[in-house]
Nanobody
Framework: QVQLVESGGGWVQAGGSLTLSCEAS????????MAWFRQAPGKEREFVAG????????LYRDSVKGRFTISRDNAKNTVYLQMNNLNAEDTAVYYC???????????????WGQGTQVTVSS
């Protein structure tokens, strides 16, 4: 069982940037797709970005395309989410998730971290 710990959340003004990190332990994530999800107050959790096992393929929800970048360092067992030009609609708890597959399938992520809060002030 993989354990995921997110960090890097915080408060930022609209237009600002944050980088989230997700460090995995318990097993290597190098052969699995990884993703970031988020959940805003009163809303369902939604997919934000995913990356395949090698980092060669990524997928983003439309509202973050061009602003967010997901990346991974398999040697460090860590996944990142670089978030630029943040706006109030990005305010949410951000969760890291691990798949059991090499490839990005939004419904196939079953291991979750505890989340990190991102608050964007407009």
């Amino acid at each position: 069982q993989v354990q995921l710990v997110e960090s890097g959340g915080g408060w930022v003004q609209a237009g600002g940037s944050l980088t989230l990190s997700c460090e995995a332990s318990g097993r290597t994530i190098s052969t699995y797709a990884m993703a970031w999800f988020r959940q805003a107050p009163g809303k369902e959790r939604e997919f934000v970005a995913g990356i395949n096992w090698s980092g060669g393929s990524t997928l983003y929800r439309d509202s973050v395309k061009g602003r967010f970048t997901i990346s991974r360092d398999n040697a460090k067992n860590t996944v990142y989410l670089q978030m630029n030009n943040l706006n109030a609609e990005d305010t949410a708890v951000y969760y890291c998730a691990a798949s059991k597959s090499r490839y990005i399938q939004v419904d196939d992520f079953g291991s979750w971290g505890q989340g990190t809060q991102v608050t964007v002030s407009s």
